[in-house]
């Protein structure tokens, strides 16, 4: 059974970067047919998708960060990297990583989450 | 893209059916049929209950189904019958919305009386 574990830094000060790793095990993220994802819970408000990285390496955002934010894949070591510019308050969230399949753009796997929190 | 618009919250007594609307455009909903449906409890990851707007994930009660409306234009429904104490949680629509993107709904939270 697939399983994926963040992880990271817990505490971020504004305008830092925000590197994630996204650890896979129980299935190869260079199986083609699938993504894997980013999306985060802010407190207090709803689910927002980031973006997604296909298997084949292309990467896709969602507008709104699109210009702070890069996803990146690790074939070797079977790990999916998140990576946030120039951080705010705003970025306070728990970030999830997620598989999913493409062409029907559903998660059926995700990780348990981790908890950053942005504050100077 | 515009936003997917669901209830803020929503309640149901024990064994009782509810509905959970998702309201999106004819950019969206109305044209993929590419809805899916989470459960989230607090503090806890999303779980996929359907996907492809109808179709049940794996291992998830038929009590959870999901729909299009026939009435109401670019809206998907997920409806939860026999209603359990269980239920209580954050629910998620999220449909794809074209140029590789995806997004999800507001949320609701559903409150078993």
């Known amino acids: 059974q697939v399983q994926l574990r963040e992880s990271g830094p817990d505490l971020l000060k504004p305008s830092q970067t925000l590197s994630l790793t996204c650890a896979v095990s129980g299935d190869s993220i260079s199986v083609g047919g699938f993504l894997w994802s980013w999306v985060r819970h802010q407190p207090d408000k709803g689910l927002e998708w980031i973006g997604y990285?296909?298997?084949?390496?292309?990467?896709y955002y969602t507008p709104s960060l699109k210009n702070r934010v890069t996803i990146s894949l690790d074939t070797p070591m079977n790990q999916v990297f998140l990576r946030l510019n120039s951080v705010t308050d705003a970025d306070t969230a728990t970030y999830f990583c997620?598989?999913?399949?493409?062409?029907?753009?559903?998660?059926?796997?995700w990780g348990q989450g981790i908890r950053v929190t942005v504050s100077s | 893209h515009s936003a997917l618009t669901q209830p803020a919250s929503v309640s149901g007594s024990p064994g009782q059916s509810i509905t959970i609307s998702c309201t999106g455009t004819?950019?969206?909903?109305?044209?993929?049929?590419?809805v899916s449906w989470y459960q989230q409890f607090p503090g806890k990851a999303p779980k996929l209950l359907i996907y492809e707007d109808k179709k049940r994930a794996s291992g998830i009660s038929d009590r959870f189904s999901g729909s299009i409306s026939d009435i109401l234009v670019n809206t998907a429904i997920l409806t939860i019958s026999g209603l359990q104490f269980d239920d209580e949680a954050d629910y998620y629509c999220c449909s794809y919305v074209g140029d590789a993107n995806v997004l999800f709904g507001g949320g609701t939270t559903l409150t078993v009386l």
């Open positions: 004819s950019d969206n909903i109305g044209r993929y049929s590419l």
């Open positions: 990285i296909y298997y084949t390496g292309a990467a």
């Open positions: 997620a598989k999913g399949v493409i062409a029907k753009e559903y998660f059926t796997h």
